[in-house]
T-cell receptor, first 109, second 114 residues
Framework: AQRVTQPEKLLSVFKGAPVELKCNYSYSGSPELFWYVQYSRQRLQLLLRHISRESIKGFTADLNKGETSFHLKKPFAQEEDSAMYYCALRGDTGNQFYFGTGTSLTVIP | EAQVTQNPRYLITVTGKKLTVTCSQNMNHEYMSWYRQDPGLGLRQIYYSMNVEVTDKGDVPEGYKVSRKEKRNFPLILESPSPNQTSLYFC?????????????FGPGTRLTVT
């Protein structure tokens, strides 16, 4: 069964410090994984997808199939990164989505 | 302006009283989806639709119905709401099911069932 686990509900880091938001998944095939972000008073939006392998707003995420992980990283956190982050997995058919429980990131000035 | 709208935004109702939450998008998107968000559980997919007249169950469809008679609308129907359906509901749409990862989310509907 597909499952996405985000072990940290809350994460606080100081501005300029590195940040890593953890995501582990359970999936029997070739997963498609994504990170979504929800800033205060804004709608949930796509941050990045593992296939594109790009850096968005300084964030990167590498799919590690051996560890079944897709951690989100940024070397130097900024105050504007404070938000709710969700890891998500797209299922076999491409239609179903499975979201993690989310991690609330606070960047302390 | 491209957007996904939901109505109502807030609703308090009683157990067993049928209700409909509407969702509409103006982007000519084929794929639409409903989620519920609960503390500690994150977002869970209720139903999705790949196109008009094509709908399928997500992870938590029990107690919900949907219909997709027109491309722009995807209403969520609770025939007999129960308190465990108290939640924050989000509608989302994307151009196609292949691009379902790039979903545009609505503002949310906060439902309370007493």
């Amino acid at each position: 069964a597909q499952r996405v686990t985000q072990p940290e509900k809350l994460l606080s880091v100081f501005k300029g410090a590195p940040v890593e938001l953890k995501c582990n998944y359970s999936y029997s095939g070739s997963p498609e994984l994504f990170w979504y972000v929800q800033y205060s008073r804004q709608r949930l939006q796509l941050l990045l997808r593992h296939i594109s392998r790009e850096s968005i707003k300084g964030f990167t995420a590498d799919l590690n199939k051996g560890e079944t992980s897709f951690h989100l990283k940024k070397p130097f956190a900024q105050e504007e990164d404070s938000a709710m982050y969700y890891c998500a997995l797209r299922g076999d058919t491409g239609n179903q989505f499975y979201f993690g429980t989310g991690t609330s990131l606070t960047v302390i000035p | 302006e491209a957007q996904v709208t939901q109505n109502p935004r807030y609703l308090i109702t009683v157990t067993g009283k049928k209700l409909t939450v509407t969702c509409s998008q103006n982007m000519n998107h084929e794929y639409m989806s409903w989620y519920r968000q609960d503390p500690g559980l994150g977002l869970r997919q209720i139903y999705y639709s790949m196109n008009v007249e094509v709908t399928d169950k997500g992870d938590v469809p029990e107690g919900y119905k949907v219909s997709r008679k027109e491309k722009r609308n995807f209403p969520l129907i609770l025939e007999s709401p129960s308190p465990n359906q108290t939640s924050l509901y989000f509608c989302a749409s994307s151009r196609t099911y292949l691009q379902s990862y790039e979903q545009y989310f609505g503002p949310g509907t906060r439902l309370t069932v007493t």
